[in-house]
């Protein structure tokens, strides 16, 4: 730690070469005045180049030879121009784009990736946009991550296909994952909510390694994954997606946006979903899909205001499936057949004002969240039940000392969960209500900026925990950004959802002695290096984080075989990941992306050190993107290839051990094309081309109620090649509306 801090004061006093500018960049309509997103600040001479973010808002690090020009530009707008010299180190400036609607249309086009990592926030977040899930065949949220490195979606049994994510080889519970800085996919969602969202709702996407910020809560300990849906503001005016593929599932996705006046605008996403076609592929009598419907409707409004800024709506989903034997059996044997039901139903409301004080750049912020979730599932015999109700507010002051440089946030929060469940014979109810505070200061230097946050949390059966985060980001040059990150984070566990898909297995579940909450510290950090190749940009990124647990809740399936046994950690348990990822440009229609994902995820069963089950070792992808010259073609290309897992020992038929208790390398290639003419995508693509499947994902499927079935060996594709096609029909708004 020592170490550490000397690190962190020769950086403070690194003479600090660079200079940079930031400010915010409006546009103005006969209408109205808002923040442009997108908009290009661009430096002549020094050919340098960034787009506004969501809110309007820009950095840029001047050049050494000033001085220069800075040309601000965007779509719909005249462009405005500021000469800048060595005296405007740090300054904040306002611009205001006027409405070009009178003159001939001229389009200025600047190229942004669809993936890329944040060169201006001081946290590790990679930026993944609409235009990268139209790579694939992106009908939900758990298909949303197929192009990406950093987060793995896994099938956790092969009689649900339920999907869980990973982050640095940690189950998905500890990843916090939000909607728009609400926390969402908690509770009784975490094992089948991921279906609940369509990808097509999805403007962008933020993935933070490590532990987030302490405004976001206390529960991120891997990562955080915030999802921003599109806009009522800026929304089409009309969006349309049908989909459909080979294995009999449609999909029917439909947004629209309005202005109701010129404070109000409103925009509904809906999503419907069917799987009509039973699929066996793997011939071991058991439905590949869940057959059924899946129904979500979204309604949002937003208000923007002289003195505050406000928006809410609801967010309402039914889910009802059902899987297991196959039809031809179930003819045979009506009175015992294994049978897979899931009833998941789900209601929330949600609200954020804000409002403007008389200081500039200063706020207060506040979020409100309602939520109501049931969910009932059996697999075979097992039956699961339950129902949560659950409410959030996150109250926030934004504001800064002396300048700009200095920000601060201060605010509370509070968490009420009241949850009812059971599994067979248990049962778990609970009621927590978690009080917190919080406090954090940033700083912000040409080269060296910081996020020190902490905050604190009591719980009403836990008592008081206390949460220190601190993020650092120094520019070394130009082209080469360096962050560390060091942070705790917490959680309390819920063994009955979290692990609800380990019901479709025969063995018998050991609840623990008692519930203590989950803690963990993650360190971190990582290198950015951008460059020039064949005249166009590139980055290489290495990243490695380790997370270490004080205490976790252990699921032990192999101790005794017949049985899972769930315990609070005794000894060790930590992750080791480090990945590399690289992304070149070797021509303006062509972009390139390799990653490389080591994990080392270890905890310690009766004494013995042993891998986590499942998590493979090594993982390694391969994006290829190619847009013709004029845009009217798109040809993707997904390869990843994933290592090697140690598998869970499990009792065969035959009454032995299993002595197979490692996995199988495979690779999964995916593909698409999309043609884009008017308002109209066609696209077709195919899913795992080469038609990998996992043998035997099944343990004794012709007795799925012996005490040897068990279908939760899950590491590889269960379902073979798939073949798809889809349209999407788009209008776009006017800029005056």
């Known amino acids: 730690m020592k170490h550490i801090l000397l690190m962190i004061l020769l950086l403070f006093g ?38 506004t973010d969501e809110d309007g808002k820009f950095e840029i690090r001047l050049p050494k030879n000033l001085p220069d020009t800075m040309v601000f530009s965007a779509r719909g707008y005249n462009p405005d121009t500021i000469v800048v010299t060595k005296n405007d180190r740090f300054i904040s400036y306002s611009v205001t784009l006027y409405s070009d609607v009178l003159l001939p249309e001229v389009i200025a086009s600047y190229k942004k990736g669809t993936h890329s990592i944040s060169r201006l926030n001081t946290l590790h977040v990679e930026n993944i946009d609409a ?23 896994n099938v956790t049994d092969a009689v649900s296909g339920a999907k869980k994510i990973q982050m640095m080889g ?46 976001n809560g206390y529960e991120s300990m ?22 459909g593929n080979a294995m009999g599932r449609m999909e029917l996705n439909f947004n629209t946006g309005f202005n109701l006046n010129d404070k109000w605008s409103s925009g509904w996403l809906g999503h419907a979903s069917t799987q009509l076609m039973e ?79 008389k200081k500039p750049s200063t706020s207060i912020g506040v979020v409100y969240n309602l939520k109501y979730q049931s969910l009932q599932t059996n697999f075979g015999n097992r039956f699961f039940d339950g129902e949560e109700k659950r409410g959030y507010i996150n109250a926030i002051y934004d ?49 060296l900026s910081s996020v020190l946050g902490v905050r604190g949390d009591y719980h009403n059966l836990y008592g008081f925990q206390f949460s220190p985060r601190l993020h650092l980001k120094y520019i070394l040059t130009e082209i080469t950004d360096l962050r560390f990150t060091v942070g705790k984070g917490w959680r309390v566990p819920n063994y009955m959802i979290d692990n609800v898909s380990l019901m479709s297995s025969s063995k018998q579940w050991i609840a623990p002695s008692e519930t203590k909450p989950e803690i963990s510290w993650n360190i971190g950090g990582s290198v950015m290096q951008e460059f020039k190749m064949f005249k166009q940009n590139g980055s290489l990124t290495v990243d490695f984080y380790h997370t270490r647990f004080e205490n976790q809740l252990i699921v032990d399936r192999e101790e005794n075989i017949n049985a899972i046994k769930f315990t609070n950690l005794e000894g060790k348990s930590y992750s080791n990941s480090l990945q590399v990822e690289l992304a070149i440009n070797p021509l303006k229609t062509l972009e390139l992306r390799f990653a490389y994902k080591y994990l080392d995820v270890k905890a310690e069963y009766n004494g013995v050190m042993q891998q986590q089950v499942l998590v493979p070792e090594h993982r390694g992808l391969f994006n290829i993107g190619y847009k013709t010259r004029n845009k009217r073609w798109e040809y993707d290309l997904t390869t990843s290839i994933f290592g090697e897992s140690r598998l869970p020992q499990v009792n065969l038929p035959s009454g032995e051990l299993t002595t197979k208790n490692r996995s199988l390398a495979y ?47 899950i590491w590889g594709p269960i379902v073979g090649a798939n073949v798809y096609a889809g349209v999407r029909f788009t209008i776009e708004r006017d800029n005056e509306e």
Request: aromatic fraction near 12%; include cysteine; glycine fraction near 8%.
């Open 131 to 153: 235009g990268e899930l139209r790579k694939a065949a992106c009908c939900n949220l758990s298909e949303s991550f197929e192009t990406n490195a950093s987060v793995d979606v």
């Open 667 to 713: 690779p999964l290639i995916n593909a698409q094309i999309t043609h884009v003419y008017r308002k109209f995508d066609f696209y077709v693509g195919g899913e795992n081309i080469l038609n990998y499947k996992q043998p035997d994902a099944i343990i004794d499927a012709e007795n799925p109620f012996s005490s040897t079935f068990n279908a939760t060996r």
């Open 14 to 51: 690194v003479n600090e070469s660079y200079s940079q500018v930031k400010g915010i960049v409006y546009g103005k309509t006969s209408n109205s005045k808002k923040a442009i997103f997108g908009a290009r600040i661009h430096i002549i001479n020094a050919n340098l180049n960034v787009l």
């Open 279 to 357: 699929n066996d592929r793997n011939n071991d009598g058991f439905r590949d899909q869940m057959i059924g419907t899946n129904v979500a409707l979204m309604n949002r409004y937003h208000y923007q205001g002289n003195k505050m800024e406000a928006q809410f709506g609801y967010n309402a989903y039914w889910d009802r499936r059902n899987g297991g034997q196959m039809s031809n059996i179930r003819k045979t044997n009506p009175s015992s057949f294994f049978d897979v039901n899931l009833d998941s139903k789900h209601v929330d409301f949600y609200a954020k004002t804000g409002f403007f004080l």
């Open 399 to 447: 504001g800064y000392f002396g300048n700009t440089d200095h920000k601060i946030k201060v605010g509370v929060s509070g968490v009420y969960s009241d949850i009812t469940q059971s599994v067979d014979s248990l049962s778990d109810d609970r009621l927590e209500i978690v009080p917190g505070a919080f406090g954090e200061y940033t700083y912000t230097g040409s080269r």
């Open 222 to 243: 891997a990562g955080l994954v915030n999802l921003e849906v599109k806009k009522p503001q800026n929304m089409e005016k009309v969006y349309l997606n049908v989909y």
């Open 170 to 215: 940690l189950d998905g519970v500890y990843t916090q994952i939000q909607l728009e800085n609400i926390p969402y996919l908690r509770g009784l969602e975490t094992s089948f909510g991921l279906n609940s969202m369509s990808g097509t709702w999805i403007q962008s996407m933020q993935i933070t390694k490590g532990t987030g910020n302490v405004v």
